[in-house]
Structures are given as structure tokens and as C-alpha cells.
């Protein structure tokens, strides 16, 4: 087992950039090395994919990991190979091309890890790999899934025991989940077939999160409510949960027309149009994403910071699994339930019409409707409770708590949160919801929003979304820690051996460029004693002599050939199609940022407050963007 330690902490530091592992996930990866199944039942965000990922790295063979949605597969796929761990998907997006080729790589072991979707087990053409392969591990992921009781229930996971027993020998197995009952998690066991599992739960308690319940009966009073809310928090990436694809396209419609960055997502789309709208939720494209629950279990985006519902959902376990895809990161989340009268009544109209599996019989389909009425009640119960709604939930998944949690609108018993003002988080220190990198200084504040942008650059240049880069709790740790070399970046979150060498300059001239441009010394930025008032980069003093604006270099340029040739406008135009500049929305509006590219080129940027407290930015121009600039201009045959 000590060999299995070391070798745990060499591959947690190596590939992820993690200095040690979260509760609960030694005791599953021991047991599926120790060659013991495992049943996990950890909350979102909480690490389940690295207790199958490092025993993955740990043994000889290959490891197969069931997953239900196509998303959840390219994200997964994306993140190790982005890690330098060698891992492929298998599922109906590919072509026939490649779906053979990578059973073709696997056969000759190319892959650690290969994901595949459930229908695909039983085919002919992956039956015949899986039954010569050296199958080590088998992880089931959304295991829920196979159970008729739990909210997700797929007949496809049904096939998994006939594909075990087809095997020539049969791996161990380990089964993950984020919302089971004792019930569900009794049902996988047994339909898993799963040989005296380690049980390991971690609890349903995810303690950045903060809940609310607000009662709107009318929709034009959650219309209102919701845009205060959006006011404060539009920059933000959000979802929205409404019941029916009706309230989706309307309340999309309304967002749309004051100008927010949104999409929508409900099986009424095609699946390109779903596809693309959830590639854009990803790539931060937009800010915003308004969905039924068809926008499901493969959301793998962390900084998602909060989740709203219109409207009430059928289920504890549906919207225990909705709320928690905020804060995935571990930084602080809002879930905020819209409540009225009539979510009761659409959600019965629903289960009424519930189109239930022809695998059933009609005694199940009688018992599967008694289940969900239950289910429904409830949920109804946890909108009208005045009660502690952390300690409802928590008491629904069979964990009994009976003090207030203090972080909860009934216990916090605000009147109106929504649109008023933002609710404090109880804990060692209070903490501002809006604020959930406490403890920057303003100066880090600004580094770590630059630093975002960089994210971006770098993201759309590998073709994949940001949070494949680095999570923002890395730029956090980058903008606290403030590294000067290569070897700096291995005590930063979530930075391992391949990132590092493949960013780590990327980051690090970033921020040596931010140093000298703001006058600062790393020891000064990392401490934490820095609370100015007024940042240093706001201070226009600063700039350097011979600095000036597009509009006065444009007057400069035009004086001097005794004729109107340019404009501030032509000169930002040039820099946007070059790359040098950028436009950045920020509510209804937009305003050009440096990019980094820009920054190497000498182009300075300061921001500054305007009355009210809204930043904003002046762009300038020092002899080595002069230079350049006037490069361009003749390169676009201007001068």
C-alpha cells in the first residue's frame, strides 16, 4: 500500500498540478487497486473522475469508462490529453473512419483511458476488442443512471452486466454518482453486480454553495427579479433551469433584447443547434445559458458561479444535480429557486404525460408514477419549508442534520435578496457573494481578470474551451504566488508537468510585462497586506512621457503628410485585424482591450475609475507601437 501512496502523490503531482487528494478520494482508488469494487457517491465537483483516472495511470492495461452524454466524453478527453495522459472516446459523433481507427490505436495500446457510451458495449466491433483487450478497470460513470429509481434512468446501463460477463475476464469495477438514495445506490449494486463494493460517501453538503428559495407568483414578478439579479451578475457564467421549452424560448427572447450574451438549450432543437449553443456556453462565447433539463449531466464547466430555476423541477434529485453545477471549481455559487403555484401544476401536467420505458411492465410503470408523485411532494416541500433548506436536502439523501447551516436564505432570513443586495457567507471570514476571490488585493483583482483574457487567447489557439487550460482558481493562485520562472509554476493549483511546459511562458511573460508596465515588484502584488484604494494601474501619472492616444497619433501622423490620410478609428480597426486589440462586451456595451499579442508590442493599457466606480481602460501608444503602427499603415498601402 505505501508503494501505492507514493506513487498516487507522484501521479497527482505530475499530471494535475494537485498537492494532495480530497476527502474520500485515497479510500476508492485504494480499493480499486487493492482490486475491490467501489461505489462512490460524492457531490459534484467534488474530484470522481480522478479516483477512476489515477488507478487508471496506476495499472497495467486499459481502463473503459461508461459515460452517457457525448459533452461529458470530449471534456473528459480533452482534459487528459491536455494533462499528457493518453485517453480517446468512442460514441455516435464520430465518423466510421475514426471510430475504427481508435479501436484500431487501442488494440495496439495506445490509450490509457477510452470512453465509451453505453449502446456502444454490445456492438460487434467493440465486443471483439473488449474481449482480446487487458480490460483493468471498469468505471461506470452516472451510475444512477441504471436504476429506474433514480431521476435518469437509461436502458442502454442495463446492458453493462451482459458486456461484463461477455468478457474473457472480468475487470474490477468502480461506480460513481452524485445524487443516489439508499434505494438507487441498493439498485446499482445489485444490477452492477458488484462483488462486496467499497461504499464510500462522501456527503451531499457542498458548503460554497449558498441557497435560496424566492416566491414569485407572477411572471412578470420573475422576469423583474431575474434581470435585477442579472444586473449585478451578467458577467458571469450562469445557467437558467425553466420547466417547459415555452418559458426557455421566452425568457431567452427577453435576455436577448437587453442585450445579454445568452443561449438556449431544449430537446426541441436540433442536435446541431444544441451542439453549437453549448460550445459557445464552454468557450465563454456566451455568459449566459437558458435550459430545460435536457442540458444535463455533461456540463463539465467550473466556473459556472450561479444556477437560477424559474421554475420549480419534478425532483429533489433533479435539482440537487442542476444547482450543483455551480461552483464545480470550489469557489462560492449562488442556486436561487424561483417559486409560484403554478410550477405545481405544470410539473403534474408533466408527470401525467410521462413517457415511461416499454422495458417496464405495467406494475412497474404504476410503482415508477407512485415514486415520482412522491418525488414531486417533496420538492414542494423543500419551496415551502422554513426550515434550513441545506439541512431538507441533506436530510432527503440520508444525511441527518439538525443544526441551521447559517448559509441558507431561511437561515440567513433575508427578505429579498434578490436585486437588494448580495447575501455574506458565515465562515472563518465574511465573504461577499460577488467577491469570490477574497483576499486579493485590487491589483491581483485586475492581474487576474488580464489573466482570463490570456486564458482565452490561449484556448482558442488549441481549438478547445478555457477551463482546458486552467481553472480560475490557477490564475487565482498565479496572481497570489506571482511566479517569476518555469520552476515557480509547479507549486501553482492545478499546473502539472505538461501544462508548464507547454504555458508556462505564456503566463509568466504575461506577468513580468504586467510588473514592469504597473511598476511593481512580485514581492509587492503577492502580499497580501496591498489594499490600495486606488490601484497603482489606474494611476495616469504613471504613463510613460511620450505616450499617446490613437486620436493624437492620428493628428501626429496627418500634420506631418499635410493631409487627413488616418483616424483613431482606421488605427483601432487596423489593431483589431491584426490581433493587437480585442473588443470585450460588458453589458449592453463594448470597449477594446490589449490583447497579449498587444502587450508584447509595446501597447500600453491603464485603467482607471469613473464616477460610479465602472472601470474603465485608455489605450496608448509608446515608440515600439508607433513604430509598429505606422508599419501597418503601410502595409495597408495608407501612408
Known amino acids: 500500500m505505501m508503494n501505492f501512496e507514493n506513487q498516487i502523490n507522484q501521479i497527482l503531482k505530475k499530471y494535475y498540478g494537485y498537492e494532495r487528494l480530497r476527502p474520500g478520494q485515497e479510500e476508492i482508488i485504494m480499493s480499486l487497486l487493492s482490486g475491490q469494487d467501489a461505489l462512490a457517491v460524492m457531490p459534484t465537483g467534488a474530484g470522481k473522475s480522478l479516483c477512476y483516472q489515477i488507478p487508471a495511470l496506476c495499472m497495467d492495461g486499459i481502463t473503459l469508462v461508461v459515460s452517457p452524454l457525448i459533452s461529458l466524453m470530449e471534456d473528459q478527453v480533452l482534459g487528459l490529453c ?31 483511458l477510452l470512453y465509451v457510451a453505453p449502446e456502444r458495449l454490445l456492438t460487434e466491433s467493440f465486443l471483439s476488442f473488449a474481449m482480446e483487450a487487458e480490460i483493468s478497470l471498469l468505471a461506470v460513470d452516472e451510475a444512477h443512471c441504471i436504476s429506474q429509481w433514480g431521476q435518469d434512468f437509461r436502458p442502454s446501463y442495463r446492458e ?6 461477455k468478457l474473457s475476464k472480468r475487470p474490477v469495477i468502480g461506480a460513481f454518482t452524485a445524487t443516489a438514495t439508499q434505494l438507487v445506490k441498493e439498485d446499482i449494486s445489485l444490477n452492477l453486480s458488484l462483488h462486496q463494493p467499497r461504499l464510500v460517501v462522501t456527503g451531499f453538503d457542498r458548503p460554497n454553495l449558498y441557497f435560496s428559495v424566492v416566491e414569485k407568483h407572477k411572471v412578470k414578478e ?66 449566459l445559458m437558458v435550459a430545460s433539463n435536457a442540458f444535463g449531466m455533461g456540463i463539465d464547466k467550473p466556473n459556472i458561479r450561479f444556477v437560477l ?23 462560492y455559487g449562488e442556486c436561487i429557486l424561483f417559486f409560484s403555484n403554478m410550477d405545481i401544476k405544470i410539473n403534474q401536467f408533466l408527470l401525467r404525460n410521462k413517457q415511461y420505458s416499454e422495458s417496464l411492465s405495467q406494475e412497474d410503470i404504476k410503482t415508477a408514477r407512485r415514486n415520482d408523485q412522491r418525488k414531486l411532494n417533496q420538492m414542494i416541500g423543500y419551496c415551502k419549508t422554513e426550515t434550513c433548506l441545506r439541512s431538507y436536502f441533506l436530510n432527503y439523501f440520508g444525511e441527518r442534520r439538525k443544526e441551521d447551516c447559517g448559509r441558507c436564505s431561511n437561515c440567513k432570513k433575508d427578505p429579498e435578496l434578490i436585486g437588494l443586495r448580495l447575501p455574506v457567507i458565515e ?7 460577488k467577491n469570490f476571490y477574497l483576499g486579493l488585493s485590487d491589483d491581483q483583482k485586475y492581474l487576474f481578470q488580464r489573466l482570463k483574457e490570456l486564458r482565452i487567447e490561449l484556448a482558442a489557439g488549441d481549438h478547445v474551451p478555457p477551463f482546458i487550460i486552467c481553472g480560475d482558481k490557477t490564475l487565482i493562485d498565479l496572481c497570489i504566488q506571482v511566479p517569476t520562472c518555469l520552476a515557480d509554476l509547479s507549486s501553482i493549483y492545478g499546473f502539472g508537468e505538461k501544462k508548464i511546459k507547454k504555458y508556462g511562458n505564456e503566463f509568466l511573460f504575461f506577468i513580468q510585462s504586467y510588473l514592469d508596465e504597473n511598476h511593481l515588484s512580485p514581492e509587492e502584488l503577492s502580499s497580501e497586506k496591498i489594499k490600495l484604494k486606488t490601484p497603482r494601474i489606474h494611476n495616469k501619472k504613471k504613463v510613460d512621457l511620450g505616450a499617446c492616444n490613437a486620436t493624437e497619433l492620428a493628428s501626429i501622423i ?82
Do not use: W
Request: proline content about 1%; glycine content about 8%; some cysteine.
Open 82 to 112: 491536455a494533462n499528457g495522459i493518453s485517453a480517446a472516446y468512442l460514441n455516435s459523433s464520430q465518423s466510421m473512419k475514426d471510430y475504427r481507427e481508435t479501436i484500431q490505436k487501442a488494440r495496439e495500446g495506445a490509450y490509457t
Open 160 to 165: 453493462i452486466p451482459t458486456f461484463i460477463r
Open 222 to 287: 420573475k422576469e423583474e427579479a431575474i434581470l435585477s439579479y442579472l444586473k449585478e451578475h451578467g458577467e458571469e457564467s450562469g445557467i437558467i433551469y425553466c420547466s417547459t421549452r415555452k418559458q426557455v424560448e421566452q425568457l431567452y427572447d427577453l435576455l436577448k433584447t437587453k442585450e445579454f450574451l445568452v443561449g438556449k438549450y431544449h430537446g426541441g432543437m436540433t442536435n446541431k443547434e444544441r451542439t453549437e449553443n453549448q460550445r459557445k456556453f464552454s468557450y465563454d462565447e456566451v455568459k
Open 309 to 331: 430555476h424559474y421554475s420549480m423541477p419534478q425532483s429533489m434529485e433533479y435539482y440537487y444535480q442542476e444547482a450543483g453545477r455551480a461552483g464545480r471549481d470550489g469557489e
Open 427 to 433: 465562515s472563518q471570514k465574511p465573504k461577499k457573494a
Open 558 to 639: 496627418n500634420d506631418s503628410h499635410r493631409e487627413h490620410l488616418v483616424s483613431a478609428v482606421k488605427i483601432n480597426k487596423i489593431l483589431l485585424k491584426h490581433g493587437y486589440l480585442m473588443n470585450e462586451s460588458y453589458g449592453k456595451k463594448s470597449r477594446k482591450r490589449v490583447t497579449s499579442k498587444g502587450l508584447k508590442a509595446g501597447i500600453i493599457e491603464r485603467g482607471y475609475r469613473r464616477r460610479g466606480g465602472r472601470i474603465a481602460y485608455s489605450i496608448l501608444h509608446g515608440d515600439q507601437s508607433k513604430e509598429l503602427i505606422l508599419a501597418l499603415l503601410k502595409e495597408e498601402n495608407i501612408l
